[in-house]
T-cell receptor
Framework: AQSVAQPEDQVNVAEGNPLTVKCTYS??????LFWYVQYPNRGLQFLLK??????LVKGSYGFEAEFNKSQTSFHLKKPSALVSDSALYFC?????????????FGAGTTVTVRA | DTGVSQDPRHKITKRGQNVTFRCDPI?????LYWYRQTLGQGPEFLTY????????KSRLLSDRFSAERPKGSFSTLEIQRTEQGDSAMYLC??????????FGPGTRLTVL
C-alpha cells in the first residue's frame, strides 16, 4: 500500500519569506514522489518529481524539494514566496517497484502568501 | 495547445441522468488515467488505460461508471443514473515513457 500525509491544511507566509510545505510518504519499496499545484477551478500543474539520484530536486517557478529517505519526507520549498504562489499544493507518491502506475495523493495544503 | 484537454469543463445534471465526459491526452502518451477529486480532498484514482486496454479499476468505480479508450487515443467516462454523491471534479491525466503524469483542467460535475 502507498500513502501520503500532508500534516498542514494551511500555510501562511509573507511575501519574500521562505515557504515550506510538508509531505511524508509510505510505500513498500522505493518511491517516486511528485508535487503538483492547483489554482481555483483548474487542473493540477506538475511542479517537480523525485525518481532517483540527488536528494534535492529543482522544479518549476523556483520551487525545490528535498527527499529524505530516513524521515520518509519530501518537503516542498521556495526561498522567497510570491503572492502568486497562493494555491493548493498536493504531494503524491507511487511505489517504484510495482507495475501499479496510479498515484496516491495527500489531502492538500492551502498556501496563502500575503503581500 | 499540446496539453491534456477535457470536455466539458462544467456539467450540471439532474439526479438520475446519464453524463459522459471526454479526455484527449497528450498525443504521444500511451497511458491515460481518470481521477476524482471532491472538495477538500486530493485526487483519488478511478481507472487507468495503457493504449486501449483498461488495466486497473478502483473499487470507487461502481457499476454505474464505465470508461473506454477505443482507439488508444481519447477516452470517455460515463456515469449512469447520477447521484448527488457523484458531484466532484473529474480529472484526466496522461503519461508516456516518463513517470510524470500531466493533468487536464478537469470536468466539474454538479448533480442536483
Amino acid at each position: 500500500a502507498q500513502s501520503v500525509a500532508q500534516p498542514e491544511d494551511q500555510v501562511n507566509v509573507a511575501e519574500g519569506n521562505p515557504l515550506t510545505v510538508k509531505c511524508t510518504y509510505s510505500v513498500s519499496g522505493n518511491p517516486y514522489l511528485f508535487w503538483y499545484v492547483q489554482y481555483p477551478n483548474r487542473g493540477l500543474q506538475f511542479l517537480l518529481k523525485y525518481i532517483t539520484g540527488d536528494n534535492l530536486v529543482k522544479g518549476s517557478y523556483g520551487f525545490e524539494a528535498e527527499f529524505n529517505k530516513s524521515q520518509t519526507s519530501f518537503h516542498l520549498k521556495k526561498p522567497s514566496a510570491l503572492v502568486s504562489d497562493s494555491a493548493l499544493y498536493f504531494c503524491a507518491v507511487r511505489d517504484m517497484g510495482t507495475n501499479d502506475y496510479k498515484l496516491s495523493f495527500g489531502a492538500g495544503t492551502t498556501v496563502t502568501v500575503r503581500a | 495547445d499540446t496539453g491534456v484537454s477535457q470536455d466539458p469543463r462544467h456539467k450540471i445534471t439532474k439526479r438520475g441522468q446519464n453524463v459522459t465526459f471526454r479526455c484527449d491526452p497528450i498525443s504521444e502518451h500511451n497511458r491515460l488515467y481518470w481521477y476524482r477529486q471532491t472538495l477538500g480532498q486530493g485526487p483519488e484514482f478511478l481507472t487507468y488505460f495503457q493504449n486501449e486496454a483498461q488495466l486497473e479499476k478502483s473499487r470507487l468505480l461502481s457499476d454505474r461508471f464505465s470508461a473506454e479508450r477505443p482507439k488508444g487515443s481519447f477516452s470517455t467516462l460515463e456515469i449512469q443514473r447520477t447521484e448527488q454523491g457523484d458531484s466532484a471534479m473529474y480529472l484526466c491525466a496522461s503519461s508516456g515513457i516518463s513517470v510524470s503524469k500531466f493533468f487536464g483542467p478537469g470536468t466539474r460535475l454538479t448533480v442536483l
